[in-house]
């Protein structure tokens, strides 16, 4: 119902009349129709579709009829809160009393939903049951069931994100294979000279993965402090733009943790094989001779 | 002879460079994804649009087709108006609702849209007959698996449900006389379409002559953004909607798939650079004595810088052709999983290959392995020939 009566048309009201109520209207409605607090607006309560009369069908157009209006003062400008199910529609939010939309709605004695908080002790399940048994009109719901409901398209981005993720790790994985090899290949010759003066192969093998993993460790450092930045971009973004204080990124310690063990893991592995298949050939074959 | 030599070096290391071109592979696949997430999800919605060859859409004002309840009255005088403009080649009114079936005790809910059977653009009819008179309803698939009806038989549908006393508005006994495919429904959405004075009566008082769509098919080389302006002065109780403000209103719904597209593309570009250009700069470090022989023989600058740069390319464009592959598979995987969006019509795709998509995603990888050989073919050229070869012999 509040995105029909947003819907209807919102304008500067010129006649004063007596004592409007007040109304609290969001930021993004604020800046679009350039509204401060103290302004007069007039609302319309339902969508101009329907509250103007087509008087003439004629090529020159109709004229509109003449609506129920009601002006009301801007009382105060709110953020909103932080909803992801309403973020991306770009609508705009006006909050008034409960009577004074009633009745500019025409809706009555009616509501759309009540809200029903419970004492810690209440048997949730049996209140819901007896609400039901006796309800006549409307069904009640525990708000966990309406959240699960309401929440499949964040489900559906998430695991699009998961999916994105396991592609981004398999990515990193090759690259990180890719350049231990690169960096113990480079190295060919000193391997070659440690295994001719007698340091075992399992010794420089494990040299090896301590430097793969110091590499990894350092690199995902570097990774999340990229990451924490590129996280603060993108909430500085989003919120700007869909003027909304919802966090569209947050980096949790089970991220980090989770990113610095897949590193020290994909590290680690990319070191063993890239040292075996050095310590396998014969030192003298590493130099060249 | 630069090629031969460049194939040379890249073969030499088989590990080496099969790990550089999976690496590159994996790049160019996601980039591909990206490219055809940036520009699939518009190409799709408008191919969707233009599907019926309607070019604009008539939502009551302030709001977007069936995103309410909310509906446009006086059907007829608004038709009489838009055939006033010669350039309206066909209008089509749809009427939406709720319906509620009952059969064999159970209660089966879904939408119907109330339509005019020539000219109606929201689905194609997959076998059975149109709904020709006023006692016929076609359904889609979802709502015969759900109903368990053959053609032919007879439904009873019910609209205009009242939650406060649980009676509705109108009932009426209709014969199912087809299968369809609804053209921008969703999957999971069960679905009928009737005659509109079908569903006007079965609505009763309060939604007669009313709409809730309009589709309007301009004629043949008009301009349908100057019919869309002549209809918002015209009609001021409508929005009109033309295939570019209904694009532009997509974009801004989902800008932030096309935003996560253009960054991730971007990084993997990045990934794909980086690792062509330490593989170049490693190999260049480990040729230092080959490429100062090379230079000694009289070997020119130009030669050793175009022999780097063409592995650089070798490396990234069969990356990128192996990538091709991998991004296609990807990008159903990742198109099914956006393809279970609540209400999302069947027919869009996030991913949709496109040629141009594909020409765009190797032509960038192929630009970056020749930006990627530069830095390393740039040092080899320079490098000092004799302090080279004596630092070769010492070794």
Redesign the interface.
Known sequence: ML??L???LLFLHQTPQSSPRTIAIDESLAAAAKLKVGDKVTLLG?????D???MT??????S?GVAPAETVIVGAIVRRGADPSEV???DFLVRMHLDQLQSISGYGDRVDRFAVATRSSANVSRLLKEINDVA???RAYRSRDIAVETS??FQ?VS??HR??GV??I??SS??L???M??KV??RR?DIAALRLMGISRWSIVKSIIIEAALVAVLGSALGVLLGWIGSLIVNWH?QA?YHTPLEFSIVTPGIVGMSVLLSLVLGAAAGVLASL?LVRTPPLVLLGR | MRLTLARAALIR?R??TL??V??VA??A??LLDMVMLATGMRESFRQLLLSRGFDIRLA????LPF????????VS??T??LR??PDIREISPVLGAAMHIQIAGRDISGSVLGIDPSVQGDYELLSGKDVSDPDAIVVNDHLLSQLHARMGDTLSVATGYD????TYSGQRKLVLTGRVRFIYGAAEQSSGAVRRETLEAMEGGARRDRASLFMIRVRSGADPDRVRDWIE??????SAISIATAIAQVD?????FRQLAVI?GAV?LF?GF??VT??MT?SV??RTGEIAVMRAIGISREHIVEQIVAEGVAISVAGAVLGLGLGLV?AR??NA??S???GLPTAIDFFLFQPQAAWSALGLLIISGIGAGIYPAWRAASLPISESLRREAI?
Do not use: W
Request: overall charge positive; hydrophobic content about 45%; charged content about 15%.
């Open positions: 995105t029909t947003l819907a209807a339902r969508p101009a579709a329907e103007y009369a087509v069908a004629t090529p020159s157009g109709y509109p991306a529609r770009g006549f009109g409307f499949r398209t559906v695991r699009f999916a994105i592609i981004t398999v990515a090759l690259f294979l890719c350049i090899v690169l290949e480079e010759r989003y733009l298949r | 290391h590990a080496r790990l550089a999976l690496g994996v790049a696949a996601m009551p004002k302030g709001t995103d309410t309840d909310a509906t446009i009255p006086s005088a608004i009489t108006v006033s403009n939650p406060q006393t649980r002065t015209y009609i001021p109780t409508v801004q719904r989902l800008s932030y991730l993997s990934v980086l690792l330490t593989l490693v470090n480990e990807t995987y990742l999983i956006l279970a969006f609540p070794a």
